[in-house]
């Protein structure tokens, strides 16, 4: 089994339906993070969670929330999807060291039309 | 500002040959180096890192080189395989920050040539 498990791998949906995108980890870790990625762009931090009381805003964080339901799963919610938000999106966690960087789920492919 | 940057977007490289990917970063506190492999379909994985207090780290065919004193970071990939064709990212961290995130580069996709 994977370290890091991202539900669904692929998903279309329609402008203005909420989404949500689901990782689960069995690393242990206590971080989690999500990202976005836009071809010929490198990865953009949506959000991040160092443990489950804490929740963190990254660069490109509107239009998104994200829920941590325990050390080992973090959601990723699009209220209304819109087209711009057509990417891959990924899960990460990684260690309270930063040591051994991040560790990826395979990611999930998001088309809203 | 911070940036994690790669010269060359796209590499070409013959079967066999060897592979040198390369990465500037312009954050001279940044302490701690990472390069990721990114097969199509699949997630960033981990192939070498690399602390500030040293210059060099090599791996199985991968070797990490850091130069401090003009903040570049180079992956060399030894006998290139067909395989090894992907994106490649670097990235760059500050450990012990207490807030510390990763930046990445945007990557240089590797192409092996038969």
């Known amino acids: 089994d994977a370290d890091v498990t991202q539900t669904p791998r692929n998903r279309i949906t329609k402008t203005g339906k909420r989404i949500m995108l689901e990782c689960s980890q069995t690393k242990g870790h206590d971080r989690m993070y999500w990202y976005r990625q836009d071809p010929g762009l490198g990865l953009q931090l949506i959000y991040y969670?160092?443990?489950?009381?804490?929740?963190n805003k990254g660069e490109i964080s509107d239009g998104y929330s994200v829920s941590r339901q325990a050390q080992a799963k973090f959601s990723l919610s699009l209220e209304s999807a819109i087209p711009n938000q057509t990417a891959l999106y990924f899960c990460?966690?990684?260690?309270?060291?930063?040591?051994?960087?991040?560790?990826f789920g395979s990611g999930t492919r998001l088309t809203v039309v | 500002g911070e940036s994690v940057g790669l010269h060359l977007p796209t590499l070409s490289v013959q079967e066999g040959d060897n592979s040198i990917i390369n990465c500037a970063y312009s954050n001279s506190a940044s302490d701690y180096f990472i390069w990721y492999k990114q097969e199509s379909g699949k997630g960033p994985q981990f192939i070498i890192d690399?602390?500030?207090?040293?210059d060099k780290r090599q791996g199985q065919r991968v070797t990490v080189l850091l130069n401090k004193t003009v903040k570049h970071l180079s992956l060399q990939i030894a006998a290139t395989q067909p395989g090894d064709s992907a994106v490649y990212f670097c990235?760059?961290?500050?450990?012990?920050?207490?807030?510390?995130?990763?930046?990445f580069g945007k990557g240089t996709r590797l192409h092996i040539l038969p």
């Open positions: 990460a966690t990684s260690d309270s060291t930063g040591m051994g960087g991040y560790t």
């Open positions: 690399i602390r500030s207090n040293m």
């Open positions: 990235a760059e961290n500050i450990l012990g920050w207490g807030d510390d995130k990763i930046i």
């Open positions: 969670s160092f443990d489950v009381k804490d929740i």
